[in-house]
């Protein structure tokens, strides 16, 4: 059993930057592949970004592509995501999650959730 907390969220303006982080405890955290998603109101929670256990491979979806970078720390057991050049549209309640599939971008693909931080971007 996996616990993921997240933080760093937070209200900024259009082109700031947040760094969250995830905190995880109670497993094998360098076993999983890990990945944030968000979910905006009243859409669907969609993939952000996912990276592999030792952290070589990295994957984005294409609206973050090129301004966020997902990262991890295998000794800190801790998951990041660096946000740049916020857009008003990256308002969304941000999760990290853990799993097994090979750089899934599928919910179903992760078995442990965080309970979601907020990032709010103002215009």
């Known amino acids: 059993q996996v616990q993921l907390v997240e933080s760093g969220g937070g209200l900024v303006q259009a082109g700031d930057s947040l760094r969250l982080s995830c905190a995880a405890s109670g497993g094998t955290f360098s076993r999983y592949t890990m990945a944030w998603f968000r979910q905006a109101p009243g859409k669907e929670r969609e993939f952000v970004a996912s990276?592999?256990?030792?952290?070589?491979?990295?994957t984005y979806t294409d609206f973050v592509k090129d301004r966020f970078i997902i990262s991890r720390d295998n000794v800190k057991t801790t998951l990041y995501l660096q946000m740049n050049s916020l857009k008003p549209e990256d308002t969304a309640v941000y999760y990290c999650a853990a799993g097994s599939t090979y750089m899934g971008r599928a919910t179903g693909n992760y078995v442990y959730w965080g309970q979601g931080t907020q990032v709010t971007v103002s215009s």
């Open positions: 990276i592999t256990w030792s952290g070589i491979r990295t």
